[in-house]
């Protein structure tokens, strides 16, 4: 991937969002309801597709969303992510790229097509979504960039590639990469559901040191541990060696053992769309991590990037996060 050291390297879905507008009417002719995420088929992806008006294509992911916000920041970030080598893929591969990330998975020649998910906006702002993981979910083993892990200060992995059992055995190849190396794996839980459907093997990954740093938003936090949130902290303190948690308007805190360290959320005029806040979130923590900052500073990096994103439709930045953080005191 790049014989650079890089500051942190994400694993995680491979996904082109394609966004459109859309009247309400459309919604209801496709049997969508209005602000939902569905998870759907190649079949059905291709029939939404043809029939949504033109749109933006842009990679996204969670991770891949992370790993964005990182090169924004001025970060070195890498990605691994499977896609099929068709179009989606294409605009996925050169679009992350584009923005700074080194991405070298080599895509799938047969298989499932890349994933994708449709994003219908109504005139309301409101977000409407299909999801098809296809390519994605086949991630492997053999995809892992051992001299890239090897090589990271970070290693961050998405709570969704569990669902998977190839994917998942490449999580581990990655974990186990990374500590002989001597560096730090990440672990974000992606959402509650997730947390739900793995809560006991997510909870080994932690009480057996496979991950040292967790990301977590409150209500992922406290659906881990099926306590109120003070409970869920004390517990999370035990288990692994340093967690992030984030919550909301609350703002957000870390814990390393008995340290605590806590910061308001960065005030924002107006919430616009909360997709991608905890992504880009992780990547303001992770990039001052990665670089020794401090706890404080790195949380505050990771709320100026949060409410970057919630201020405008969309995931990725739309003002240069490097000029805002010097703009309000935070060193890069």
């Known amino acids: 991937m790049t014989a650079q050291q890089l500051d942190v390297i994400g694993f995680g879905n491979a996904i082109v969002d394609v966004i459109a507008r859309s009247e309400e009417a459309f919604l209801d002719r496709h049997g969508m ?45 890498g990605f691994i992510g499977k896609v099929r080598d068709d179009e989606l893929g294409g605009i996925f591969a050169h679009d992350i790229r584009a923005a700074g990330v080194a991405y070298a998975t080599p895509p799938a020649a047969t298989g499932p097509a890349t994933a994708r ?57 990655a974990a186990d990469i990374a ?19 793995y809560r006991p093997e997510f909870l080994k990954l932690m009480r057996e040191g ?42 957000a805190l870390s814990v390393a053992g008995s340290d605590l360290v806590a910061v308001p959320a960065f005030p924002v005029e107006k919430v616009v769309d909360t997709t991608g806040a905890g992504d880009l979130f992780a990547a303001g923590y992770l990039h001052g991590f990665a670089r020794g900052f401090s706890p404080e500073e790195s949380l ?14 969309g995931a990725r930045p739309e003002q240069g996060l490097k000029q805002l953080a010097a703009e309000n005191g935070l060193r890069v």
């Open 210 to 251: 496979v991950v040292d740093l967790v990301f977590a938003n409150e209500g992922e936090l406290t659906a881990l541990y099926e306590v109120d949130f003070e409970a869920s902290l004390a517990q999370l303190r035990q288990d692994v060696k340093r967690a992030v948690v984030t919550r909301s308007e609350k703002g």
């Open 179 to 197: 500590h002989k190396a001597g560096r730090t794996v990440a672990l974000t839980l992606s959402d509650a559901f997730c947390v739900w459907r």
């Open 300 to 313: 505050k990096l990771g709320a100026l990037a949060a409410a970057e994103i919630i201020s405008h439709i």
């Open 117 to 173: 998910c449709l994003i219908l906006v109504t005139p309301d702002g409101e977000r409407t979504m299909n999801t098809y993981l296809g390519a994605a979910q086949n991630l492997s083993p053999g995809d892992v960039d051992v001299a890239a892990v090897a090589s990271a200060s970070v290693t961050y992995l998405e709570g969704y590639l569990w669902d998977p059992p190839a994917a998942k055995e490449a999580f581990l190849k």
């Open 33 to 77: 309801p209005k602000g939902s995420m569905t998870l759907i088929d190649e079949e059905r992806a291709e029939a939404v597709y043809g029939a949504m008006g033109p749109g933006v294509e842009i990679s996204g992911g969670s991770a891949a969303n992370t790993m964005v916000g990182i090169a924004a920041l001025g970060g070195r970030a």
